[in-house]
Each structure stands twice: as structure tokens, then as C-alpha cells.
Nanobody, 123 residues
Framework: ALLVESGGGLVQPGGSLNLTCVVS????????MYWVRQAPGKGLEWVAN????????YYRDSVEGRFTISRDNAKNTVLLQLHSLTLEDTAMYHC?????????????????WGQGTQVTVSS
């Protein structure tokens, strides 16, 4: 599996970004997709996930109402819209794939993941 993230950048507090993950090498529509993040010196943190047909989404409490995960199974793409960003959202954001509704904090809980895209929130 190959997962490639893009869309990160430097943004001021309160700003917005749209992250994209394009995947290949597996039957995308059959798998759960996740966004996870890792800040410097900190552990892996689950952010959001979406079920295979896109009908159900789940978010960690700190991003609920600010982030939106979605997917386009025709384009093998999963998106994460980030709004009202705070300093605490600064991290490398990775998309990942798997078979279950999990909220893993360890890389090996996911089947595959990408290299990530950096989101930096700073004034």
C-alpha cells in the first residue's frame, strides 16, 4: 500500500488547512481510513477515522467540531479539513488504513501509513 499526504503548512492560530491523502495498492473502498498525528517529542495521537463507505466518522474530543474527515472512494482519497487551528494542533499528520474502528496510539495498530504532512500553527 502507498499513502501520500499533502496540504500541510504554516498557519496562524484560528486558521484553516485542508489535508489530502491519496492511496494506491489496495482496495481503498473496503478499508477504514484514519488520520493520526505526532507532535515533536510526543507519542502518536489518533485524530479521526471514517468507515469504508463514508457513512460514519469519529473524532477525538479535542478536534470535534473543528476537523472534518471525508473520503472519495472513486478517487481513492481521504481528506481532513482543519478549522480553528490552535498551537496544540501543531504536528506531523499521517493518514493510515486498517480494518476496524480503532483509535490507536501505536503505529502497529494500523495496517499502513504514509510519510505525513507537517502542520505548524504559529503566530
Amino acid at each position: 500500500a502507498l499513502l501520500v499526504e499533502s496540504g500541510g503548512g504554516l498557519v496562524q492560530p484560528g486558521g484553516s488547512l485542508n489535508l489530502t491523502c491519496v492511496v494506491s495498492g489496495f482496495t481503498f473502498k473496503n478499508y477504514w481510513m484514519y488520520w493520526v498525528r505526532q507532535a515533536p517529542g510526543k507519542g502518536l495521537e489518533w485524530v479521526a477515522n471514517i468507515n469504508p463507505d463514508g457513512s460514519n466518522t469519529y473524532y477525538r474530543d479535542s478536534v470535534e467540531g473543528r476537523f472534518t474527515i471525508s473520503r472519495d472512494n472513486a478517487k481513492n482519497t481521504v481528506l481532513l479539513q482543519l478549522h480553528s487551528l490552535t498551537l496544540e494542533d501543531t504536528a506531523m499528520y499521517h493518514c493510515a488504513t486498517g480494518n476496524y474502528n480503532i483509535r490507536g496510539s501505536r503505529w502497529l495498530e494500523y495496517d499502513s501509513w504514509g510519510q505525513g504532512t507537517q502542520v505548524t500553527v504559529s503566530s
